[in-house]
């Protein structure tokens, strides 16, 4: 993928990523961080999310696809990282590629690392806010 993304910077990633995820039968989540891991290599930031938005958008259609990439950013902010993690989910979230529920959900019983969850505490509790908002009216 990788070398695809180089020879063809114009080409078309989500149709190389779905070639390359039929060619060896992995599934949806695993596209999700095949992608994320070729276009965001680790310690280089910021993201350029908006620049992929498109190829992200066709690609991630599902809450499996949204799950890999929460495991890829949670991943990629261990260390280092880790005081970003609020903003590229936030970022993810803005593009419309990462859903609110999806989030929550993830948050709730898929985030391993305690501090990550603390890290993104804060963007978690202005969705739940946000969503009663919503609610209420």
């Not at 039968?25 to 908006?50: K, M, T």
């Not at 599902?62 to 991943?75: A, M, N, R, S, W």
Request: charge should be negative; aromatic fraction near 10%.
């Amino acid at each position: 993928m990788r070398t695809f993304i180089e020879k063809n910077p114009q080409g078309n990633n989500a149709e190389e990523d779905k070639r390359i995820q039929a060619d060896f039968g992995f599934p949806n989540s695993s596209r999700a961080h095949l992608l994320f891991e070729v276009l965001f290599p680790q310690d280089q930031y910021p993201l350029d999310i908006p620049a992929y938005r498109q190829t992200f958008l066709e690609l991630v259609t599902d809450h499996p696809t949204q799950i890999g990439i929460l495991q890829c950013v949670e991943k990629f902010c261990e260390g280092s990282m880790i005081k970003k993690a609020a903003l590229i989910l936030k970022a993810f979230y803005d593009n419309d590629i990462l859903e609110e529920d999806v989030i929550l959900d993830w948050y709730d019983s898929g985030v391993k690392s305690q501090e990550i969850r603390n890290e993104i505490a804060v963007f978690v509790n202005w969705l739940r806010e946000a969503e009663e908002e919503s609610e209420e009216e």
